[in-house]
């Protein structure tokens, strides 16, 4: 009868399965186990606080999730993209190589921006499409879903390996603690000073892959557009 306290397991997988509603799965199976446990709803809710409580600190990623959506819908957007549209030839995939020197000089003071969610979507993005616009074009939808990834990847990149260059920053004390633990007493200082050349070879490949990368679609989905019109206005002056 142990077994009866994994039901909250196949709740998810069958819920998940029938693409059931995730919240309504998740306190199905939350409620199921905790009285397949041996707990009653006062006991279930006295955990949930005690455990919210424990670890309050980290629900303040939720922030992320109102801030950048508040900005939007006062016209963060159209902001970011209007200021891009003032600059000339300036492409997406320049774009995104500008975002990562940025990003990699304040990641090595350990400023972060907000990654992803806080700062690529509501920001970069409008910038890439912007720019876009300035030449004229419309951002096709497969394109703008390849400068998505361009920019989470820079974003990644850059923060991945520049933050690791503030000593006493997170990532510094992980690499040395994880080195202490084989036997490998270093300073903070000494993993800085051995990764700012291998930060700086990252960037540089980033940069030269991202624009490699911002050519060849520029060329697959903006220059079939113009040849697209270009075959249309033909036609419209043989008729």
């Known amino acids: 009868m142990e077994y009866i306290r994994l039901i909250g397991i196949l709740i998810v997988i069958v819920g998940f399965a029938l693409k059931l509603d995730s919240i309504l799965i998740i306190f199905l199976a939350a409620v199921t186990t905790a009285l397949a446990g041996g707990l009653c709803i006062t006991g279930l809710l006295a955990t949930l606080g005690r455990n919210f409580v424990s670890n309050r600190s980290m629900a303040i990623f939720i922030i992320n999730l109102f801030v950048p959506g508040t900005l939007e819908r006062n016209g963060l957007r159209e902001a970011a993209a209007a200021f891009i549209r003032k600059f ?3 492409t997406a995939g320049k774009l995104v190589c500008i975002y990562g020197v940025m990003r ?11 990654g992803v969610t806080g700062f690529v979507r509501p920001v970069i993005m409008p910038m890439a499409e912007g720019a876009i616009f300035e030449e004229g074009e419309t951002p096709d939808e ?4 390849e400068i998505k990834g361009m920019t989470s990847a820079m974003d990644n990149i850059a923060w991945f390996f ?3 260059l503030f000593v006493g920053g997170s990532g510094g004390i992980l690499v040395q603690s994880t080195l202490s633990g084989l036997g490998y007493e270093v300073e903070l200082i000494d993993l800085a000073k051995v990764e700012i050349p291998i930060a700086f070879i990252a960037l540089v490949i980033a940069c030269v892959y991202f624009t490699l990368m911002d050519r060849k679609l520029r060329a697959k989905y903006l220059k079939s557009k113009k040849a697209e019109k270009s075959g249309s ?3 419209k002056k043989e008729v």
Do not use: H, L, R
Request: charged share 10%.
């Open 162 to 164: 520049f933050q690791v």
């Open 233 to 235: 206005a033909s036609g």
């Open 88 to 90: 000339k030839n300036v």
């Open 104 to 114: 990699s000089f304040f990641g090595a003071f350990n400023v972060n921006f907000g």
């Open 142 to 145: 497969d394109y703008v879903e």
